[in-house]
């Protein structure tokens, strides 16, 4: 797999933004993914983007957690609005959903409309 000069320059500024965020321990800031089986759009968020996720700033502020939409709902999310459409991210800070973002619009605009999202974290 080959990376083209844009996505390891976006991996590499996120490596480096990521030790300037502070990472707050006290919080459940996660991105909820859902998902389900056969979903093309999910496998191409798998391959083009997850890989990265957790080596990236928003992967340190927000880590991935999957949730399928096709198994129970997850006691602990009881206040998140289940979905039909898959992928949607759910931002999720201390319970409390952010925002959500329905489908994957391919890996350059993801990143923008993630940043967006994790911009609406608390900084401190």
Not at 29 to 42: D, R, Y
Not at 63 to 80: A, C, F, G, H
Request: aromatic letters at 8%; proline letters at 10%.
């Amino acid at each position: 797999m080959t990376l083209s000069i844009l996505h390891r320059t976006i991996l590499l500024l996120g490596l480096l933004s990521a030790l300037a965020l502070p990472v707050r321990a006290d919080a459940q800031t996660q991105l909820i993914m859902l998902e389900q089986p056969g979903c093309p759009w999910c496998a191409k968020f798998n391959a083009e983007i997850a890989p990265a996720w957790p080596r990236t700033a928003e992967g340190a502020r927000a880590p991935l957690r999957r949730v399928d939409i096709t198994q129970p709902w997850p006691e602990d999310l009881p206040k998140l609005e289940p979905e039909r459409f898959t992928p949607t991210f759910i931002l999720i800070d201390d319970g409390k959903e952010l925002g959500r973002l329905r489908g994957y619009p391919g890996d350059e605009f993801f990143w923008f409309q993630i940043g967006e999202l994790i911009d609406r974290l608390p900084k401190d």
